[in-house]
């Protein structure tokens, strides 16, 4: 009988053991989950690093947004809104735009045209916040 006991004991020290590495296996992914969270939830609310600068179009005819990714890594799914008076118009205008590279928007998207006084705000997938500026 004691030779039973000894063995069961043992499977038993090995179970415990076993369970404690799982907790410690836990609640070390869970603090390093708590780690990547926190820095998702960074970027999250900034605004995507886009720089925005406006030009006249070439037929006369109201503005052209030219919009440079100023990072180092690609932005995707990048959404203009677009908004004035009662006019508003919105739609992802770049699935992705690569590193310092600039897209051009131009009026004749949205119908209307691109005017002084309009507010512009763009996001983008991963970016809590948003750019915003009003054309002047």
């Known amino acids: 009988m004691s030779s039973n006991s000894k063995s069961g004991s043992g499977w038993a020290g090995a179970f415990a053991f076993t369970g404690a590495l799982a907790v410690v296996g836990v609640i070390g992914c869970l603090l390093h989950g708590q780690d990547v969270s926190n ?3 960074g ?12 030009r006249d179009s070439r037929g006369g005819n109201g ?3 030219r919009i ?7 932005i995707h799914q990048v959404r203009l809104s677009l908004s004035i008076r009662q006019d508003r118009y919105e739609r992802v205008i770049a ?3 690569q590193p310092h590279e600039t897209i051009e928007f131009d009026w004749m998207e ?27």
């Open 39 to 41: 820095l998702l939830h």
């Open 110 to 136: 949205p119908g209307f045209a691109l005017e002084k006084g309009m507010l512009i705000e763009l996001r983008a997938s991963a970016y809590g916040g948003s750019f915003r500026e009003t054309i002047r």
């Open 68 to 74: 440079t990714n100023t990072s180092n890594a690609p």
């Open 43 to 54: 970027q999250d609310a900034s605004k995507p690093p886009l720089a925005v600068t406006v």
């Open 63 to 65: 503005k052209v947004l």
């Open 95 to 97: 699935d992705t735009i």
